[in-house]
């Protein structure tokens, strides 16, 4: 089976890796733009399904001034079975944007509270978290391409170019 099916979407066996490093992984780094060059920062992530991840940040940092310049951003989720050896991860293009609405704030909000233990001891309610008063809140990267890396010998080595990323 080739790497890609049509219109440059990963296989169905390169969709299902990929979908295991989302979801074995919880830390990424997310890489942005602005004035004064490129920015790189960590940030723990919890995926909301369609492409998208939600993470936590503070509204001054650098990376967010840069998103409202320009909301493109590339995400980098390296899996914790990755060695040096054998590299193994994904590198993700997409856009950023707060979180749009109260049910979509409230979903973010559940699922990084179970996944960070103490995390929901810290955050609003979601009409708070809304607010653009609020020092912190919720954004969503929309996933928009993908590049797979799995150099592991059981993959073939295997590093595709960007395509789709596979929603699910």
Excluded: W
């Excluded at 723990?44 to 940092?61: T, W």
């Amino acid at each position: 089976m080739g790497l890609f099916g049509k219109d440059r979407t990963l296989s169905p066996e390169l969709s299902l890796r990929v979908s295991t490093i989302v979801r074995s992984a919880s830390i990424a780094s997310l890489a942005t733009v602005g004035g004064e060059g490129p920015s790189i920062c960590a940030v723990f992530y919890v995926y909301l399904g369609d492409g998208r991840f939600g993470f936590k940040s503070r509204r001054a940092s650098e990376h967010m001034r840069n998103v409202a310049r320009s909301p493109s951003a590339s995400l980098l989720v390296v899996s914790p079975e990755s060695t040096y050896a054998a590299k193994f991860g994904i590198q993700i293009r997409g856009q950023v944007r707060a979180c749009a609405d109260v049910e979509e704030m409230a979903q973010v909000i559940t699922l990084y509270s179970s996944a960070f233990e103490g995390a929901g001891k810290k955050l609003s309610d979601p009409e708070t978290m809304l607010l653009t008063s609020t020092e912190s809140t919720f954004f969503v990267f929309q996933a928009e391409r993908v590049k797979l890396i799995d150099e592991s010998p059981s993959a073939n080595r295997t590093t595709t170019e960007y395509a789709s990323f596979p929603v699910g």
